[in-house]
């Protein structure tokens, strides 16, 4: 089993205090190295937080210590200024390591509530389909992502956009949200997916830069059937009631959003029961620590186990979970539909029948 990297990094420490140790003992009094001590607790500031650098600190400066009473030099002058250097770095070390991971903590919190309050999980029912959504964040500060997705309830249909933004960290936050505006406004005034794709990459063309694009898939569905077009995004995955699940690859692939798509447009009916997985790299490409990715009918049979999308979404984040073992590195989003089972509802008093299932999806 492989270690996480900041116990990799406590372990080099450890390793290099006892290889000066082990040095300075083998050559005697006559060289001392306890000095070079002090890279124990810088090294242990660049990875670690105030706690742990404190430790490594003490540590080493209890080593050194140890090695000036074995060499009977403890009282020497050049050897207590060694010390008192070392205990000054230790000081120092901890103090920074403090600083930086309060304040990764900080830009961590603001970045996670930003992407939260742009990308919110959401269940709603809408048009004659049931929709799930669910993001997952990889929660380190260096790698929030620019997963995105997105829903409008427009006169063609439900049309939803999900997507992967090429980088990481503030920028990929801040395309993401100029992306799922744009597609907002593109779904209502423009009749067909293909305007919705060039109107995209029009608005988008003054947020992107030279080397960023955006993977999407954009949908327009409806009970009976699911118009889509993909620019350079994984395939969705259809869950027939009765049949093979298969992936809805294009029969020619495009590039991504920024990189002048030329998508086409694939259309699929859809009987009571199918269900439509739409998802990130986060779910595609999430590798155990043999580097296995899932298999695609381990993730269909989650998804249509479960008698509610919410409880088959929940099961395939737990297990993507159990799979790299949480130690996966990428966003991850989902969105889950199906076409409603049909039910009755008896309108209130002064409701009319069209006002029954008019509630809009959330963040809408």
Request: contains cysteine; aromatic residues 4%.
């Amino acid at each position: 089993m492989s270690m996480a990297p900041h116990t990799r990094w406590l372990w080099l420490t450890a390793l290099f205090g006892l290889a000066v140790a082990t040095v300075d003992l083998a050559t005697g009094s006559a060289t001392s190295l306890i000095g070079t001590l002090l890279v124990c607790p810088l090294l242990a500031s660049t990875q670690q937080g105030g706690r742990a650098t404190a430790l490594v600190s003490a540590a080493a400066l209890a080593l050194a210590i140890a090695i000036s009473v074995a060499e009977d030099d403890l009282e020497q002058g050049d050897a207590l200024l060694r010390l008192l250097v070392l205990a000054m770095a230790s000081v120092y070390a901890t103090w920074v390591a403090h600083r930086t991971a309060d304040h990764r903590r900080q830009l961590e919190q603001v970045s996670q509530t930003a992407q939260r309050a742009i990308i919110k999980p959401t269940d709603f029912r809408i048009g004659g389909l049931e929709v799930s959504a669910r993001y997952h964040s990889a929660a380190a500060l260096s790698q929030i992502g620019g997963d995105l997705y997105a829903f409008a309830h427009t006169p063609m249909g439900l049309r939803l956009l999900i997507g992967d933004v090429r980088g990481k960290g503030l920028p990929a936050v801040h395309l993401s949200a100029a992306a799922i505006g744009h597609f907002r406004d593109a779904a209502y005034t423009q009749p067909d997916l293909l305007d919705v794709v060039r109107e995209l990459e029009t608005r988008l063309a003054g947020d992107l830069g030279p080397e960023d694009f955006i993977t999407a898939v954009i949908a327009e569905v409806a009970p009976d059937h699911v118009r889509l077009v993909n620019c350079g995004h994984h395939a969705p995955l259809h869950l027939p009631a009765a049949g093979i699940p298969a992936l809805l690859v294009p029969p020619e692939r495009t590039t991504p959003i920024g990189l002048a798509p030329a998508p086409v447009i694939q259309q699929l009916p859809l009987a009571e029961g199918d269900r439509l997985l739409f998802y990130t790299d986060g779910l595609a490409e999430a590798r155990d620590r043999t580097g296995t990715m899932p298999d695609v009918q381990d993730i269909a049979s989650l998804c249509t186990g479960a008698a509610s999308l919410e409880s088959a979404l929940d099961g395939v984040m737990d297990a993507v979970g159990r799979h790299t073992r949480r130690a996966t590195s990428d966003d991850i989003a989902l969105i889950l539909l199906q076409p409603a089972p049909a039910r009755v509802t008896l309108p209130q008093q002064g409701e009319s029948d069209g006002d029954i299932d008019a509630a809009a999806p959330a963040g809408q």
